[in-house]
């Protein structure tokens, strides 16, 4: 028999012992265990916490002065950044935007004398990609 609040009791069998109704997990909202020690993935949140906050600076602040092209340009690279630096091709980025590579090129010069980008190494045939450092502008930058 139930009280209406906690699931019901299966009764035991030759095979299987009674089921005991589970105890509720208090609910924690901060990246503790109750023992004070950081919980498991708490660190993966805050990174993806501070992608979206450069995500939300670059919609807030600098995608109003862009052309289409460079906002293609600019959130390809951002989405390919790993540890704060983006390797993608030149040819890669033309394709997954839908723009010659030419236009690539210049899109990448404009997008670097606006700040918002970094070349970090020029790519080549025999040197693989380019590395990049995408970067929003700042509020009052």
């Not at 919609?59 to 289409?68: A, C, G, Y």
Request: positive net charge.
């Amino acid at each position: 028999m139930t009280n209406g609040h906690e699931p019901p009791i299966l009764p035991g069998c030759s095979v299987l012992p009674p089921m005991e109704p589970r105890r509720p997990r208090p609910i924690r909202h901060d990246a503790t265990e109750p023992d004070g020690t950081q919980r498991k993935g708490s660190a993966k949140r805050t990174g993806a916490g501070q992608r979206f906050k450069t995500l939300n600076a670059f919609v807030d602040v600098s995608m109003r002065d862009l052309r289409r092209n460079e906002i293609a340009v600019w959130l390809i690279l951002w989405r390919d950044t790993r540890d704060g630096i983006s390797r993608t091709s030149q040819t890669d980025i033309a394709r997954r935007a839908g723009i010659t590579k030419r236009t690539v090129i210049r899109v990448v010069g404009r997008l670097e004398r606006k700040g918002l980008l970094r070349i970090i190494r020029r790519g080549g045939i025999n040197s693989g990609p380019s590395t990049y450092r995408v970067q929003p502008l700042q509020p009052g930058g």
